[in-house]
């Protein structure tokens, strides 16, 4: 499991003010929480965070919090952050302390391996039915993915967490019917034809924009959502 050590420094003041002062000067308001101990706001360098987020295992990174002053070194995970609407940079940062002796409950991401001869052979498609599964494990048991083996599969066929091979030291506390990964038939979407209108013999049909004296001299008016 990769490792990630992060300095940060704890904050003395809190606010909206100077949550923007941090960010002017590149760092981000974060809070650390966890394990019996009290929580206290610290700041971080925000790419450090997205490196961990945009690594394979993600949140579920364990890392170590490093705090300014001797033997303040803690291991750590993402809890949660926020980002910029616009921007997607990360703006927030929570993190939590975790005792390496204490089980966890997390999501772990999921990723289909192999050649599905359902999809090679019979032009079906594979749809991941859970992108996560939810695990119970000491941190350092954590895996970073959760590979299923689709190389067997026809169109549907499915594998259900019961099917699964046994990760060691890792419980997975979804119901073992749960599927996971399937191989099903492309979904076609039909176009409705349009419904052609018949015109009374003898009538002269309508011309759609045809325009009237009165209505060359005005321009057009595009129809706005507040006037429909």
């Not at 993190?95 to 089980?103: G, H, N, P, S």
């Not at 499915?158 to 119901?175: G, I, M, S, W, Y």
């Given at each position: 499991m990769s490792n990630f050590v992060i300095e940060v420094e704890e904050r003395t003041a809190i606010g909206k003010n100077e949550s923007r002062r941090l960010r002017r000067s590149g760092k981000i308001p974060a809070v650390l929480y966890g394990a019996g101990k009290r929580n206290f706001?610290?700041?971080v360098d925000p790419a450090h965070v997205e490196q961990i987020l945009n690594s394979e295992a993600g949140a579920n990174t364990l890392l170590d919090l490093k705090l300014k002053g001797p033997n303040t070194q803690r291991k750590a995970m993402i809890r949660a952050f926020q980002t910029d609407p616009v921007k997607g940079t990360v703006v927030h940062a929570?993190?939590?302390?975790?005792?390496?002796?204490?089980?966890?409950?997390?999501?772990?991401?999921?990723?289909?391996?192999?050649v599905s001869p359902g999809v090679k052979e019979q032009g079906g498609v594979v749809e991941i039915v859970q992108r996560t599964l939810d695990v119970s494990c000491l941190p350092a048991d954590i895996p970073e993915m959760i590979e299923v083996d689709i190389s067997a599969l026809n169109i549907g066929d499915?594998?259900?967490?019961?099917?699964?091979?046994?990760?060691?030291?890792?419980?997975?506390?979804?119901?073992a019917e749960t599927v996971v990964v399937t191989v099903v038939i492309p979904r076609v979407i039909e176009e409705e034809e349009p419904e052609v209108e018949e015109v009374?013999?003898?009538?002269?049909p309508e011309v759609i924009g045809k325009?009237?004296?009165?209505?060359?001299?005005?321009?057009?008016?595009?129809?706005?959502k507040d006037e429909k």
């Open positions: 706001p610290v700041s929570d993190f939590i302390r975790i005792e390496m002796d204490q089980k966890l409950e997390l999501h772990v991401p999921v990723r289909a391996t192999g499915q594998v259900r967490l019961a099917d699964l091979k046994a990760l060691d030291n890792v419980e997975f506390l979804q119901p009374e013999e003898g009538a002269e325009a009237t004296k009165e209505d060359e001299d005005e321009p057009a008016k595009s129809e706005t």
